[in-house]
């Protein structure tokens, strides 16, 4: 007998929903909108409904279900509770799989989204095949998710991972969005690569396309590929901070291989040949060797790893 | 029937050896000199001399034993294979367990001696009751153990936990033991505390206890005790360090517990006192409440650990 396993990925506008065959493969996915209101109650009732209709839609009996992963944007602890609730949908904590039991009743199990993605990358995207690895999300900030002998780790209060708050920059002035100065998330994330931008333009009056439209990450790395001296120049710095970041990370887990994923990960190869240099610059030389991929999961990646974790 | 463990620490000139019962009480403990000659040929047959010797003495029979833990100065995977190794003793690759299991017929498992610390501290030591913990050894070298979920994490080439290559200091002008410029252990080894005070002494004349005698950390230490403000500096620069480098490993794997021992550690609480300001101004927010403990089993962590694996 077929068994099938659904991935759910709880977001702040909307779920994603995949449903899965347990050789991991995508058999169908979509997307239902997240009802914040009533401090997020109908969210969980209408992903129970979702995939019941989906159920009926495709003839799947509930005996025939391995199991549902769900991603949540909050710490959850190994229980599937939501310990310190999540702020974006209204969440205050409770246990998920409980919850979710209530309408149907198979195995159930939550983790955190940006772990969920991490994981997703392990099993089916940039890093399969890896037992040992660091998904980097690089998007509005810099995520990160730590997958260890095929295990995730969440850490004493589910914040390991949180490599965008490495503290990289003694010299910083602005606060990050955590209240501390100089974390990587400032330096390598769009927003903070926008910043590096802006700052290196405002330096001197040297010629750039970068000064013809908006600065953005994406603008940067079109930059760098047409050739820009000043674009070059800033996804230097950008890579200088990310690689010495990573650096570190290395030193303490050290992964088989960083799988870079989110917004800024679309300029493609281009971006890790800027990561690279400064990585093993810095790297214990023993970590040298450590891989790079960039994730290939895209959005998905949240909902390949909700229903990886069914299959652990 | 009362089970017995053996733990092992296989050092550079002697040989750890502990009887434990199978709560983790040490009821016994002695060493045997390391025999170099002959690429360490003679090492583990000596170690299996001494168990067999032991048990004869203490009347235990091979069915009474749970097993020998045994801990190593090298990188060992899984299956117990010293990958890369023991340069300071003289072993190339091969299979431990396998090795002595020629000696005696029970259950042998092999870590790497530092990852043995840390397992040791969580098991009987600073960190008992703690799940997620990482030790720190500042010695002549700063050494990391991590363990998440009860596992001691070894990492893909057996490098996590090399913390003390954590790189902090971008104006380092002298080469770390690595190669590399600017590592935590540069500043909060016994070695880098006693550099940075002669650093600091040859910044100017100001008078200094520090001035009487050699430098050390433990002459540094002292002359906190002793109210000196040179000393009371320098111990603030060292605390400033640590304090950075651990806030990053919390970012990574948020530990519930650091654990510090090594021979640093011997000048007490008053260490801790210097490290917790810094790192309470650069951790991640949800990372601040970090407990600190100073190590408890000294020089016996090594052979507590070893033997804490095999009841894993």
Redesign the interface.
Same mark, same amino acid.
């Given at each position: 007998m077929e068994r099938y396993i659904f991935g759910v990925d709880v977001g702040g506008t909307t779920v994603k929903l995949g449903l899965f065959g347990e050789k991991g493969n995508l058999l169908d996915k979509w997307e239902i909108p997240t009802v914040k209101a009533d401090g997020g109650a109908a969210i969980l009732p209408h992903v129970a409904e979702s995939i019941l209709t989906k159920m009926a839609e495709k003839g799947i009996g509930e005996q025939e279900l391995a199991g549902i992963g769900v991603g949540v944007p909050g710490?959850v602890d190994e229980r599937g509770t939501l310990v310190g609730g999540a702020v974006n949908i209204g969440w205050k904590p409770f246990n998920i799989p409980e919850a979710l039991q209530a309408y149907i009743k198979v195995t159930v199990k939550a983790v955190n989204d940006a772990n969920a993605a991490a994981f997703g990358e392990m099993w089916q995207g940039g890093g399969k095949g890896a037992n040992?690895l660091v998904a980097v999300t690089l998007g509005t900030g810099v995520g990160?998710g730590?997958v260890?002998?095929g295990?995730i $780790?969440?850490?004493? =209060?589910?914040?390991?991972?949180?490599?965008g708050?490495?503290?990289l920059e003694d010299g910083e002035t602005e606060a990050c969005g955590?209240?501390?100065k100089g974390c990587l998330e400032q330096y390598a994330s769009a927003t903070g690569i926008a910043r590096l931008a802006r700052r290196r333009l405002a330096q001197d009056g040297a010629p750039s396309i970068l000064r013809e439209g908006e600065v953005s990450a994406k603008s940067v790395f079109d930059g760098v590929k047409a050739g820009d001296k000043i674009a070059i120049e800033i996804a230097t710095q950008f890579g200088a901070y990310l690689g010495?970041g990573l650096?570190? $990370?290395?030193?303490? =887990?050290?992964?088989?291989i960083f799988v870079i994923g989110g917004g800024v990960s679309k300029a493609g190869e281009i971006l890790l040949s800027f990561v690279k240099p400064a990585f093993a610059?810095?790297a214990?030389?023993?970590?040298r060797?450590?891989g790079f991929a960039l994730a290939e999961l895209g959005n998905d990646a949240g909902i390949y790893g909700a229903a990886g974790i069914i299959l652990l």
């Amino acid at each position: 007998m077929e068994r099938y396993i659904f991935g759910v990925d709880v977001g702040g506008t909307t779920v994603k929903l995949g449903l899965f065959g347990e050789k991991g493969n995508l058999l169908d996915k979509w997307e239902i909108p997240t009802v914040k209101a009533d401090g997020g109650a109908a969210i969980l009732p209408h992903v129970a409904e979702s995939i019941l209709t989906k159920m009926a839609e495709k003839g799947i009996g509930e005996q025939e279900l391995a199991g549902i992963g769900v991603g949540v944007p909050g710490a959850v602890d190994e229980r599937g509770t939501l310990v310190g609730g999540a702020v974006n949908i209204g969440w205050k904590p409770f246990n998920i799989p409980e919850a979710l039991q209530a309408y149907i009743k198979v195995t159930v199990k939550a983790v955190n989204d940006a772990n969920a993605a991490a994981f997703g990358e392990m099993w089916q995207g940039g890093g399969k095949g890896a037992n040992n690895l660091v998904a980097v999300t690089l998007g509005t900030g810099v995520g990160g998710g730590i997958v260890i002998d095929g295990r995730i $780790v969440t850490g004493a =209060v589910g914040a390991a991972g949180e490599i965008g708050h490495i503290h990289l920059e003694d010299g910083e002035t602005e606060a990050c969005g955590c209240g501390n100065k100089g974390c990587l998330e400032q330096y390598a994330s769009a927003t903070g690569i926008a910043r590096l931008a802006r700052r290196r333009l405002a330096q001197d009056g040297a010629p750039s396309i970068l000064r013809e439209g908006e600065v953005s990450a994406k603008s940067v790395f079109d930059g760098v590929k047409a050739g820009d001296k000043i674009a070059i120049e800033i996804a230097t710095q950008f890579g200088a901070y990310l690689g010495k970041g990573l650096a570190v $990370v290395a030193a303490v =887990v050290n992964p088989e291989i960083f799988v870079i994923g989110g917004g800024v990960s679309k300029a493609g190869e281009i971006l890790l040949s800027f990561v690279k240099p400064a990585f093993a610059q810095y790297a214990f030389p023993a970590c040298r060797e450590t891989g790079f991929a960039l994730a290939e999961l895209g959005n998905d990646a949240g909902i390949y790893g909700a229903a990886g974790i069914i299959l652990l």
